[in-house]
């Protein structure tokens, strides 16, 4: 059995106070957004990528450069319903 480093907290945190829950689809949308922005020749960092996914508004809005709109709704097929730290969360897991 895996006791872990016992010193950060997914090792500290009670068990119970986990929230289990299936990302696919909201994993799938961010992996859609990606595609679009870099099949336009566009970079994006982990948080510019999360700061996008994790947009409440339909509708194009302004990139982290506030050049190019991209209607996030319409890219992945609707809004991806995730906080930006759960975005970031997520991120840093692939």
């Known amino acids: 059995m895996n006791k872990g480093c016992g010193h950060c907290d997914n090792c500290e945190r009670d068990p119970n106070s986990l929230e289990e829950r299936d990302l696919t689809v909201e994993s799938w949308r961010i992996l859609t957004i990606l595609k679009h922005i870099t099949a336009t020749g566009k970079r994006v960092t982990l948080i510019q990528l999360a ?13 982290g450069s506030g050049k190019d709109k991209l209607d996030v709704a319409k890219v992945a097929g609707d809004l991806v319903g995730l906080s930006k730290r759960v975005c970031n969360l997520q ?3 692939c």
């Not at 700061?51 to 990139?63: I, L």
């Open 51 to 63: 700061e996008q996914a994790s947009r409440k508004k339909a509708g194009p809005q302004a990139n």
């Open 91 to 93: 991120l840093s897991l």
